[in-house]
């Protein structure tokens, strides 16, 4: 019978002369490896990931909430052929981190991008390199828009919307990106996007799309209130037209999941929403249309309509 073995670690970085770099142990053989290790029985991943580092490099670590990167290869575990499956976190520590290494290591070295492609010697280690680094990137580019858009408000005359700002939230290198159409009073008050009644149904929705909400990047046209939950203006969505596209040509999802007509008009320049949802259209991206999930909270009658198109969100994402 197949035995699997499942691992934990934690890629850490720090900024070192303002350049990323990151965390390798040196093993007895000189190779580099990151901290990493066996799960205990009942142990979640993340758990172990945190454990092992602590216990290989003394370093407590917090792990960035979305990034999760799966490494598989056949090991042998008691003399038996057994598939390994990594599960590997990234996690940022300070320039004056002090590391120390276990008996289980002969040193440590931090490498930038460049510098570790070129010495680490496994192809799935340059994989997880290469990730890394091009998320972290694309971090970086998003929180840089986020501080530029937050500021928004102050720079318009007449402007008439929530002075508070919800950003986008999701993995930055996300294949599926959800673009509702502006935040309304739970995330006004929270600052982040689909956390009310609609935020909720949209979890569940995705669900049984196949997705966790962790894997997916959601956003809005709009990025800050509208007071009463009026719908936006043309002139209120095209202020905030330039932060959508910018995030999408960062983020570079292979989907777009369009809620309701608000999305649909701006990203489809589509006007009626019941003729076209449940349909995977290819343009310049692929998009897939379906209601807005307050749609849903408000008129009962159209859970199952929206139900049905997230079933069929689940089919098209299996055809992309
Ligand atoms: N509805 C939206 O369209 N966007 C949010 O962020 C929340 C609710």
Redesign the pocket.
């Known amino acids: 019978m197949l035995k699997f073995v499942y691992d934990g670690g934690v890629f850490v970085y720090s900024y070192r002369a303002e350049k990323r770099h990151f965390l390798f142990l040196r093993n007895g053989r000189g190779w580099l490896d990151i901290p990493k290790g066996h799960a205990e029985k009942g142990e979640r991943i993340m758990d172990t990931a945190l454990r092992e580092t602590k216990e290989e490099t003394g370093l407590d670590v917090v792990p960035d909430r979305f990034f999760r990167h799966s490494l598989a290869y056949w090991t042998k575990e008691d003399g038996q052929r057994a598939k390994k499956i990594v599960t590997v976190f990234i996690a940022e520590v300070p320039q004056a981190a002090n590391v120390r290494v276990s008996d289980e290591h002969v040193g440590y070295v931090w490498l930038s991008c460049e510098d570790a492609l070129r010495q680490v010697s496994f192809k799935d280690t340059k994989e997880l390199v290469m990730e890394a680094d091009s998320y972290l990137d694309r971090k970086a580019r998003i929180e840089k828009l986020n501080r530029e858009y937050r500021k928004l408000p102050s720079k318009v005359k007449g402007w008439d919307l929530s002075a508070n700002f919800?950003a986008g939230e999701g993995p930055p290198n996300a294949k599926v990106a959800v673009?509702?159409?502006?935040?309304?009073r739970?995330?006004d008050a929270s600052g982040?996007?689909?956390?009310?009644r609609?935020?909720q149904l949209?979890t569940k929705l995705l669900m049984i799309a196949g997705l966790r909400r962790e894997q997916v990047y959601?956003?809005?046209?709009?990025?800050f209130f509208p007071p009463k939950n009026r719908v936006p203006s043309d002139k209120e969505i095209a202020l905030c037209r330039g932060f959508l596209y910018r995030q999408l040509d960062i983020i570079k999802p292979r989907l777009v999941v369009v809620?309701?007509g608000?999305?649909l008009k701006e990203l489809l320049g589509i006007g009626e929403i019941m003729k076209v949802h449940g349909r995977l259209m290819k343009k310049d991206r692929n998009y897939f249309i379906t209601l807005?999930?307050?749609a849903a909270v408000r008129i009962k009658s159209n859970v199952p309509i929206i139900e049905s198109d997230f079933r069929k969100l689940k089919g098209a994402l299996s055809s992309l």
């Open positions: 919800v673009i509702g159409q502006a935040p309304g739970s995330e982040r996007p689909f956390v009310g609609s935020g949209l959601i956003t809005s046209v709009v990025q809620l309701g608000v999305a807005h999930p307050a």
